[in-house]
């Protein structure tokens, strides 16, 4: 949280309207799990790039210029993806979750659902 001007999980808690143990076990890594809502809620509160946050790969502070990133469509992208993963059954690493995103994202989030199963079948499957 540093640089961010948030000193705390609870300030950062009240800030987004988060349970504070929801951030606590995110902090821990018991927990990789993170809606889209709460990923935006949380990039703007820590003043950082959501696709940073949730990859921990490209620019982490958006004010020295990372590609737009269209937030509904990425909630939409991490929604489409995670209910899916839900429904077949899959333990999946937030890694490669959030690879599965990033394609989803880049095809514009308009995929079928047999083309985002496809999705998370040829990434999990190189994983």
């Given amino acids: ?5 948030i000193e705390s999980q ?12 929801t ?8 927990s990789m799990s993170m809606d889209g809502l709460a990923l935006i809620k949380v990039s703007r509160a820590l003043n950082c790039n959501p696709a ?18 269209d ?6 992208c991490i929604h ?3 209910d899916a993963i839900f429904w077949l059954d899959k333990d999946i690493p937030i890694d490669i979750r959030s690879e599965m ?8 989030g308009s995929a079928s659902q047999d083309e985002v199963k496809e999705i ?5 499957d190189t994983a």
Wanted: aromatic share 8%; proline share 3%.
């Fill in 52 to 69: 940073w946050l949730i990859t921990g790969s490209g620019k982490k502070d958006p004010k020295n210029g990372y590609d737009y990133i």
């Fill in 120 to 124: 998370i079948h040829s990434t999990s």
């Fill in 10 to 21: 609870a300030e950062l808690a009240r800030i987004t309207k988060i349970k504070p143990q």
């Fill in 80 to 82: 489409k993806i995670e």
């Fill in 1 to 5: 949280m540093s640089g961010s001007g």
């Fill in 101 to 108: 995103i990033a394609k989803l994202y880049l095809l514009g």
């Fill in 23 to 30: 951030i606590n076990a995110w902090m821990k890594g018991t």
């Fill in 71 to 76: 937030e509904h469509l990425l909630a939409n």
